[in-house]
């Protein structure tokens, strides 16, 4: 089932506000590197040309997303993140602040902090291969009829989460090419995705 890409489906507070809070080196790596293997970016002949992929870190009781739409830049600033300080899963809204609002999966990225406060990194990216392969990988996985940007989608990956502990990998079956993954490091999140897409090559 394929979905629109980069369309925020939940309601949100934003305050535009300059001084945004550092965001950690190993973030901009990771992102790097994801970019360079079109985990992350914008394509032409993919997704109706919409960037895809995101990625974000907890900050206190908050958490650091990619901006929305952010996908096509090859570098990003910390400008380029916005700060998530307050959710509820249940009422499909968050608060936000930063140069530019929040990625359209910030809600997504919410349901797996709030699954484990060990959680610290949150990876989202697109990849065909291992979405593809998923079964064959074992990955748990949410519904193919739960499309993302929705309050079930996100309730459901909580719990899916939950289940794994601070670190794992889930497949979003209803979410075109969607793979999501953290960890309790950025080279923990980051390494479960390069896991699997060694895996499915083997």
């Known amino acids: 089932m394929a979905e629109q890409e980069g369309v925020i489906k939940f309601s949100f507070e934003f305050q535009k506000r300059e001084n945004v809070p550092e965001v950690p080196w190993e973030v901009q790596a990771w992102r790097d590197l994801f970019v360079r293997y079109e985990l992350i970016g914008q394509l032409p002949g993919r997704y109706d040309g919409f960037g895809f992929g995101n990625l974000s870190c907890r900050v206190g009781a908050a958490f650091s997303i990619t901006a929305t739409q952010t996908g096509g830049l090859k570098c990003l600033e910390d400008s380029d993140y916005a700060l998530v300080d307050d959710w509820s899963l249940a009422r499909n809204h968050l608060s936000a ?63 899916l989460a939950r289940e794994l502990g601070p670190d794992g990998i889930i497949a979003m079956a209803g979410h075109e090419d969607g793979i999501i993954s953290w960890s309790t490091t950025a080279v923990g999140a980051g390494s479960l995705i390069f896991k699997a897409l060694h895996q499915q090559m083997s």
């Open 97 to 159: 602040s930063g140069v530019k609002e929040p990625s359209s999966e910030s809600l997504t990225h919410a349901a797996i902090y709030d699954s484990d406060p060990g959680v610290q990194f949150v990876f989202h990216v697109h990849s065909p291969a291992i979405w593809q392969a998923r079964q064959q990988l074992r990955l748990p996985e949410t519904s193919a009829e739960i499309p993302y940007g929705t309050v079930l989608m996100a309730q459901t990956l909580k719990s």
